[in-house]
C-alpha cells in the first residue's frame, strides 16, 4: 500500500492512507545500510502486516519533493505562519526571523494575522503596509468569530503546509475548524503511542481531507536561524533586491555604507522601517555570533 509518514517515534512511523487510516509501521533494515532514514512527510509504500491491527513494514521510501533541514520534515509545499494581530500583541521581529527561516530553506510562505476581530481596520491596514513589500500572501483571520476560513481552506488546498508560529495565537483553534477530525486523528495516533515507550514531542502531520495535510511543527518556535550569515541575510529580504543594483558598494550590508539603494529606499517609503530595524537587528547578531 502507499501512505504518507504523519507521525515517526522511536523507530515506530504512523502512516496515512486516504480512506483507510493511519497503520503503525517499522522501516525495513535496508533503509539502515543506505543511511536513509524515513521523515515525517515522506511518501512510502509499505506491506501490511495485520489488516484488523492494522500495521506494516515500511518498504520504500518514495522520492522526496524537498526536504527541511529543521525540523527534519519532507515534502512541504509552503509554511502558514500564524501571529496573532494583538492578545498578544505580533512579535514582528520573531516573524521576520520565521521568514527568514523559511526564505533560507526555500519554502513559500503565507502570513496569517489571527484574532483580527480585536484590532480596528487602520491597525490592519498598517501590519498589511508593513509586509506589503515583501512578496508573501496575507491573511487576516479570527477563530472565534470565524473569519477568513475560506482563504485559508483555498491556501491549503492539496497541499502540505507547515504551521509555523509562538504559542497563545491561535494556532490549534483555526487547525480544529479548518479539520475538525483533526483530533480526531490526533487520537487515534496517541492511542496507538502511549504505550509507555514514547514521550518526546515531535512534528506531526494532520490530514485535513484528500492531499491536504496540515504539519504541526514544534521545532519552528526556535529564535536560532541556524544555517545564515550575516552577508546572505539581504538576500532574504525580497524587498531588497529591486534596490541593490543602486548600492555603491558590491556586498553593501545596507547598514553604515553611503550611497545605499536600500537605504534610500527606506526614505521613500518603499520598505518599512520596522522590517528594516529588524533587519538590522538580525545583522549585528549574527555578527556577534560565536564562530567556534
Known amino acids: 500500500m502507499q501512505g504518507k509518514i504523519v507521525k515517526g517515534i522511536s523507530g515506530f512511523y504512523y502512516v496515512h492512507v486516504v480512506q ?59 509554511a502558514l505562519i500564524i501571529f496573532a494581530a494583538a492578545k498578544p500583541k505580533p512579535h514582528f521581529n520573531l516573524l521576520d526571523r520565521f521568514l527568514v527561516m523559511m526564505e533560507y530553506q526555500r519554502v513559500p510562505v503565507v502570513i496569517c494575522f489571527n484574532k483580527c476581530d480585536l484590532i480596528t481596520e487602520d491597525e490592519r491596514r498598517e501590519i498589511a503596509g508593513m509586509y506589503g513589500f515583501c512578496k508573501k500572501r496575507l491573511l487576516f483571520t479570527s477563530a472565534k468569530e470565524e473569519i477568513g476560513l475560506d482563504g485559508l481552506r483555498e491556501i491549503i488546498f492539496d497541499k502540505t503546509t507547515a504551521v509555523a508560529g509562538p504559542s497563545g495565537v491561535g494556532k490549534s483553534s ?15 495516533i496517541s492511542s496507538r503511542i502511549e504505550r509507555g ?20 511543527t514544534p521545532g519552528f ?26 548600492c555603491r558598494f558590491q556586498g553593501c550590508a545596507h547598514i553604515s555604507e553611503p550611497d545605499c539603494g536600500v537605504k534610500q529606499a527606506l526614505c521613500d517609503g518603499k520598505i518599512h522601517p ?18 567556534y
Do not use: W
Open 197 to 216: 515507550r514514547h514521550t518526546t514531542r515531535h512534528s506531526e502531520l494532520i490530514h485535513v481531507g484528500g492531499t491536504s495535510y496540515l504539519m504541526d
Open 174 to 188: 483555526l487547525v480544529n475548524l479548518l479539520s475538525p477530525e483533526a483530533q480526531m486523528q490526533t487520537g487515534e
Open 20 to 78: 483507510s487510516g493511519i497503520y503503525e509501521c517499522r522501516a525495513k533494515g535496508i533503509f539502515r545500510k543506505q543511511k536513509k532514514k524515513p521523515l515525517v512527510g515522506d511518501d512510502v509504500i509499505f506491506d501490511v502486516l495485520d489488516g484488523e491491527k492494522r500495521t506494516g513494514n515500511i518498504t520504500e521510501l518514495l522520492p522526496r519533493r524537498n526536504e527541511l533541514i529543521r525540523p527534519a520534515v519532507s515534502n512541504v509545499d509552503q
Open 221 to 246: 518556535s526556535s529564535l536560532y536561524i541556524p544555517g545564515v550569515e550575516k552577508e546572505d541575510l539581504g538576500g532574504f529580504y525580497p524587498e531588497f533586491a529591486a534596490y541593490e543594483p543602486y
Open 274 to 291: 520596522v522590517r528594516y530595524e529588524n533587519y538590522c537587528m538580525l545583522y549585528e547578531e549574527l555578527k556577534s555570533v560565536n564562530k
